[in-house]
T-cell receptor, first 113, second 116 residues
Framework: QKEVEQDPGPLSVPEGAIVSLNCTYS??????FMWYRQYSRKGPELLMY????GNKEDGRFTAQVDKSSKYISLFIRDSQPSDSATYLC?????????????FGKGTKLSVKP | NAGVTQTPKFQVLKTGQSMTLQCAQD?????MYWYRQDPGMGLRLIYY???????DKGEVPNGYNVSRLNKREFSLRLESAAPSQTSVYFC???????????????FGAGSRLTVL
């Protein structure tokens, strides 16, 4: 079992839909959870960052962490065509080397006008 | 605000040729990283440098060397390129200020390398 599993999609939704993107993980030591957004032919950029469990909201984006289920989610409300991108989850435990950030393989999202 | 700058953006090599990918950041970050991204494989860490003067291997270091030239610059060298090294390469940097915190990465735009 890989440490981080992420459905690669592609996921296609109509404009205005609520989008749910998910990652599961196996390492219970993970404490830091991030979502990166990557537009086509660009580098990833940080979208959301969460420490430990709970929810975090930023505009139309909500990140949720359920450590008991080893499951993280990113919700996008009122999705827009500009949200079309690949979304990568990333996570890390407390301590250890800085090279220990583990990425999911990314989910490609397309929001149709 | 340049952030992380990578050169070149595109490169085509023949098997056995060598080349160096350059990376520079202007955010005064301590740590720098090189990743490769392949379809179906996601982002994989090649090498990283926690601070000036140190480098460490990541998940896929074979066939690569790195140099942390100074705090701003971190280069990746392919000594004898192979077709398996065809990929998109990303440089990233982070500020590792707090003890054992998470490294939030700022990425460059990528360098697309094709080895024939």
């Amino acid at each position: 079992q890989k440490e981080v599993e992420q459905d690669p999609g592609p996921l296609s939704v109509p404009e205005g839909a609520i989008v749910s993107l998910n990652c599961t993980y196996s390492n219970s030591a993970f404490q830091y959870f991030m979502w990166y957004r990557q537009y086509s032919r660009k580098g990833p950029e940080l979208l959301m960052y969460t420490y430990s469990s709970g929810n975090k909201e930023d505009g139309r984006f909500t990140a949720q962490v359920d450590k008991s289920s080893k499951y993280i989610s990113l919700f996008i409300r009122d999705s827009q065509p500009s949200d079309s991108a690949t979304y990568l989850c990333a996570m890390k435990g407390y301590g250890g080397s800085q090279g220990n950030l583990i990425f999911g393989k990314g989910t490609k999202l397309s929001v149709k006008p | 605000n340049a952030g992380v700058t990578q050169t070149p953006k595109f490169q085509v090599l023949k098997t056995g040729q060598s080349m160096t990918l350059q990376c520079a950041q202007d955010m005064n970050h301590n740590s720098m990283y090189w990743y490769r991204q392949d379809p179906g494989m996601g982002l994989r860490l090649i090498y990283y440098s926690a601070s000036e003067g140190t480098t460490d291997k990541g998940e896929v270091p074979n066939g690569y060397n790195v140099s942390r030239l100074n705090k701003r610059e971190f280069s990746l060298r392919l000594e004898s390129a192979a077709p398996s090294q065809t990929s998109v390469y990303f440089c990233a940097s982070s500020e590792w200020g707090k003890s054992s915190g998470a490294n939030v990465l700022t990425f460059g735009a990528g360098s697309r390398l094709t080895v024939l």
